[in-house]
């Protein structure tokens, strides 16, 4: 089958096109190979509420019972259950790794959401899923909280790629992109061939719509409720000009690029509409930009196969008008801020307890295997 036009036409402007979903079941059926094969797939992003829903497929049970066998706690089985998912769709994706030399073809997994605001303890794990995955086309994924920007900069001077996660402002993003230029110059001075370390800064979109949208609403004013759905798209595009302050005209990344350093992409995630009022393709069609992500859940897919229309590039020149947007919110009373102060919290949280789930369900399970012996 070839691949199909839209998705195509979204490659072909520079935007890669990640699923952002994985399980033994896609890897089994043969259906993340199909979406590669058709819908120009080049990435997999995983997190904890994703590992939640897939463990809980029958094609875990076997493994399980074995590990069970084994006297395998919780947290080394979900471990061994998920690397080994990453593991399998690494080197599907090495073909795609290859053909990009490493830009793409890559595979994200998340440190234990519960080390989200401790330093020393994101930077040992993220080290030992590197070397238990052992591909060079995996991203580990570590959240933006004020504990985890020196994580990242100490796992990238590992020369270990990175996959910053739960970006939700401007600033942050700034935050960062520092981060990880500070770890590449300490990865330069330790010896590592910089050419070999990619990072991506995954910005989330629709969930700064859904908590803006609701303030908005409960201001209930014209000029407020004018302003509905317009913050997502504005924030992520003030987010690229920040990128592209850095990296396409900036000394400090210059110079690292003359040793082989790689841009830090933005990867567009929460790409998913959640309020039916926007177009279904919104995330995707209106964040086309050069050197950039976007992961989608399949859902929102087959949403741009099937309608999507890319134009070209969608967020060159709109920063001075998405900062009107923002001028405009703070103007109508949001606290923006707070907004996404709020939003990292709840980020943090949601994966949290997506993940003491799995850990709850999996314990049982363990124990159940363990009755049967």
Not at 17 to 42: C, F, M, T, Y
Not at 290 to 311: L, Q
Not at 356 to 372: F, P, V
Request: net charge negative.
């Amino acid at each position: 089958m070839p691949q199909n036009q839209n998705l195509a036409d979204l490659s072909a402007a520079g935007v890669s096109v990640w699923l952002d979903d994985l399980s033994r079941a896609r890897l089994e059926s043969g259906n993340l190979a199909q979406l590669v094969a058709e819908k120009s797939v080049v990435g997999v992003t995983t997190n904890p509420s994703i590992f939640q829903a897939a463990l809980k497929g029958p094609e875990y049970r076997t493994q399980l019972h074995e590990l069970a066998g084994h006297g395998a706690n919780v947290d080394d089985t979900v471990r061994a259950l998920t690397t080994d998912d990453v593991r399998a769709a690494c080197d599907l994706l090495a073909p795609q790794y290859e053909a990009t030399a490493g830009v793409d073809g890559r595979v994200s997994i998340e440190v234990d959401p519960r080390l989200a605001h401790e330093t020393d303890a994101t930077v040992a794990q993220a080290v030992e899923l590197w070397k238990i995955v052992d591909r060079p086309n995996l991203l580990i994924k570590i959240p933006a909280t004020l504990a985890g920007l020196p994580a990242i900069t100490r796992v990238i001077a590992e020369g270990i790629s990175v996959n910053v996660t739960l970006i939700f402002s401007v600033e942050r993003h700034k935050a960062v992109i520092d981060a990880y230029l500070a770890g590449l110059e300490a990865a330069q001075a330790a010896g590592h061939d910089l050419s070999k370390i990619h990072s991506v800064a995954s910005f989330f979109v629709s969930r700064v719509d859904s908590e803006i949208d609701a303030r908005l609403d409960a201001l209930g004013t014209d000029d407020a409720l004018a302003l509905r759905g317009k913050a997502g798209l504005a924030n992520a595009r003030l987010a690229y000009a920040a990128y592209q302050e850095v990296f396409e005209q900036g000394e400090r990344f210059a110079a690292l690029a003359r040793s082989g350093a790689r841009l830090q992409r933005p990867l567009w995630a929460s790409t998913g509409v959640k309020n039916p009022a926007y177009p279904d393709t919104l995330y995707v069609t209106e964040l086309v930009a050069p050197d950039t992500v976007n992961t989608m859940p399949e859902k929102t897919m087959d949403a741009v196969a099937d309608h999507g229309t890319v134009s070209g590039d969608t967020i060159s020149g709109t920063a001075a008008a998405s900062q009107q947007v923002f001028d405009q919110l703070t103007g109508v009373g949001v606290s923006l801020p707070e907004v996404f102060d709020t939003l990292e919290s709840e980020g943090v949280e949601k994966f949290e307890a997506s993940w003491n789930e799995l850990l709850e369900a999996i314990s049982g399970q363990l124990a159940a295997a363990a009755d049967k012996g």
